[in-house]
């Protein structure tokens, strides 16, 4: 393989995962070609939680600062009962969370993030972005890695050293490795629908939620049928809610619809304010909640899948974008870390991510437990926690908004 050809970063997608890969794959010095199918980059109309394990990487890539100015710094995580809206704990945030954690915990709107990402992308030469490029196949040879991409019907083969799949839950990069290898798998539908709309602070429904919420808080209400998270983002002239129920497979998409009935009825014996909120707040769009559970995330010829095409969640735990981060961050330190043999960074990056992710994994799979219960487990869960003092619950998440990649690697 030739020096130029096999330091070559090829990236498809120019989501959170491939955007922030793009830039640490630069700063290490390599050059990068990210392909996006997109002609357009638009972030779905949504909020994202990020946490201090991913704000701390996006301050070193010279995302932070630009994404600051739009971004909150939420003061804590309120859990609340959706019927009778009284409050069940508080996690402290704001200073607390950055002088535990070292980085600040935010809220922001995706697009937000997307454009900050976009903006420090633009800045370096070493990255080349092709919007309204479609990646559509892959081929290995003993001199590396080639994609097709398709560009205004054109198809032209692109070669790198490594190519990085950060396509997202539906991952074309990953339908291509499934049909080759078995250890790559489909997504699998959750069975729960996340619900999701934007309000005006001033609107009525932004009205109800500065009643019945905290406006300077990640706010969730919980109930056996479902929850809501509620948080304000474009610097608190908007509120972002995000509801999740059980429901029928829709299309696949990030703003896709489902009956709306459906919202209504999971929250038709919750607090008469809360289900006035959510019927105040439409339209509001629809995404099937997918996840991605297989036994690899590379192929030794020189491919990782990072983000939602390696390991897509449900959103219980609000660590996919953060494990996207982490993901393209470690992948590219690995990668410049060890130069001669990516066979060898790609096994010892999988390895490291996988403990990971699979602890992240069981968090969300405990909140969704918890966050649902109902009857004596529910009594049982707020009993716990209107014992376990705020510092305790801020403690349990050390392990995940404290971690470092440096401790985690051990360079
Ligand atoms: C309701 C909800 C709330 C959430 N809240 C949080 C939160 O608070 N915090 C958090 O950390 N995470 C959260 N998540 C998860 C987070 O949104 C995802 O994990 C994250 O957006 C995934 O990023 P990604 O870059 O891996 O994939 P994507 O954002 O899906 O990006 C993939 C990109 O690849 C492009 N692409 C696809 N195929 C091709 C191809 N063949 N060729 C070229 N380009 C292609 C797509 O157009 C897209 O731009 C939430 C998710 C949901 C549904």
Same mark, same amino acid.
């Given at each position: 393989m030739t020096e130029t050809r096999s330091r070559q970063i090829v990236i498809v997608g120019a989501g959170i995962a491939g955007l922030t890969a793009a830039l640490a794959f630069a700063e290490r010095g390599f050059p990068v070609r990210l392909f996006e199918q997109a002609r357009q980059l638009e972030a779905a109309g949504a909020g994202l939680q990020l946490s201090?394990?991913?704000?701390?990487?996006?301050?070193?890539l010279g995302v932070l600062e630009r994404l600051l100015p739009e971004a909150i710094r939420p003061q804590a995580v309120v859990l609340k009962d959706?019927?009778?809206?009284r409050e069940l704990a508080r996690v402290p945030l704001g200073q607390a969370a950055e002088q535990r954690w070292g980085a600040p915990y935010l809220v922001a709107h995706r697009a937000d993030l997307q454009a900050a990402l976009m903006e420090a992308v633009a800045e370096r030469p070493d990255i080349e972005l092709v919007t309204g490029a479609r990646v559509t196949g892959i081929a290995v040879d003993p001199q590396g890695i080639s994609a097709t991409v398709e560009?205004? #019907?054109? @198809?032209?083969? *692109?070669a790198g050293g490594l190519l990085v799949g950060a396509d997202g839950v539906w991952s074309s990069v990953r339908a291509e490795l499934a049909g080759r290898q078995a250890a790559f798998m489909k997504s699998r539908f959750s069975g729960r629908l996340a619900w999701r709309a934007t309000v005006a602070a001033e609107s009525a429904a932004g009205q109800i939620f500065a009643e019945? #919420?905290? @406006?300077?808080? *990640?706010?969730?209400?919980?109930?056996?049928?479902?929850?809501?998270?509620?948080?304000p983002v474009s610097k608190g002239r908007a509120v972002n809610l995000a509801a999740f129920t059980k429901g029928e497979r829709i299309a696949e998409g990030w703003s896709g619809h489902a009956d709306p009935a459906i919202l209504s009825k999971a929250v038709?014996?919750?607090?008469a304010m809360l289900a006035r909120l959510v019927a105040l707040a439409g339209p509001w769009t629809a995404f099937p909640m997918h996840t991605v559970q297989q036994q690899r995330w590379t192929a030794p010829q020189g491919i990782a899948l990072i983000g939602?095409?390696?390991?897509a969640m449900t959103p219980f735990a609000a660590q996919g974008a953060a494990m996207g981060i982490e993901d393209a961050s470690m992948l590219a330190n690995l990668i410049a870390d060890f130069p001669g043999d990516p066979t060898q960074s790609?096994?010892?990056?999988?390895?490291?991510?996988?403990?990971?992710?699979?602890?992240?994994l069981k968090r969300g799979a405990l909140n969704r437990l918890a966050w649902h219960a109902w009857g004596p487990v529910a009594i049982a869960r707020n009993l716990v926690l209107a014992t376990r003092p705020a510092e305790k619950l801020a403690a349990d998440l050390d392990w995940l908004y404290g971690w470092e990649e440096r401790k985690a690697v051990r360079r």
């Open positions: 201090p394990n991913a704000t701390r990487i996006l301050r070193r959706a019927r009778s809206l560009t205004d #019907g054109k @198809a032209t083969d *692109v019945i #919420g905290s @406006a300077d808080c *990640v706010t969730t209400f919980l109930h056996p049928g479902f929850h809501m998270v509620a948080y038709h014996d919750t607090a939602d095409a390696a390991h790609l096994t010892v990056w999988e390895n490291l991510r996988r403990p990971r992710v699979e602890r992240v």
